[in-house]
């Protein structure tokens, strides 16, 4: 499967922006997808999942309230919409798809990952 992320740009704090994250080769129906972040100088850092059918989903402390994740397996796509943006926020944005079909946040659950997408959040 590969994963391809769109949608990042540079937002002013306080803004808002969606991710999408595509995939081509095989469904990923049965999939937990997850996005993680990877701030500059910064190790990369889980953000949000969702579980196989989109009923369950996860988020960082950081971003809950905030950002909201989905998917639509019919289109093999999942989506990040962030809003109420913080500089804080400003990462590259990656998609990932866990052999697992619960969720699961550790970065070692995830086997296949997109390339990323910059989000940069202006003061």
């Known amino acids: 499967v590969q994963l391809q992320a769109s949608g990042g740009g540079l937002v002013q704090a306080g803004g808002s922006l969606g991710l999408s994250c595509a995939a081509s080769g095989r469904t990923i129906s049965y999939n937990t997808m997850g996005w993680f972040r990877q701030a500059p100088g910064k190790e990369r850092e889980f953000v949000a999942a969702?579980?196989?059918?989109?009923?369950?989903?996860d988020y960082a402390d950081s971003v809950k309230g905030r950002f909201s994740v989905s998917r639509d397996n019919a289109k093999k796509e999942v989506y990040l919409h962030m809003s109420t943006l913080v500089v804080e926020d400003t990462a590259v944005y990656y998609c990932?798809?866990?052999?697992?079909?619960?969720?699961?946040?550790?970065?070692?659950?995830?086997?296949?990952w997109g390339q990323g997408t910059l989000v940069t959040v202006s003061s």
């Open positions: 990932a798809g866990s052999r697992f079909d619960d969720l699961v946040v550790g970065e070692s659950d995830y086997d296949f």
């Open positions: 969702v579980n196989w059918n989109g009923a369950s989903t």
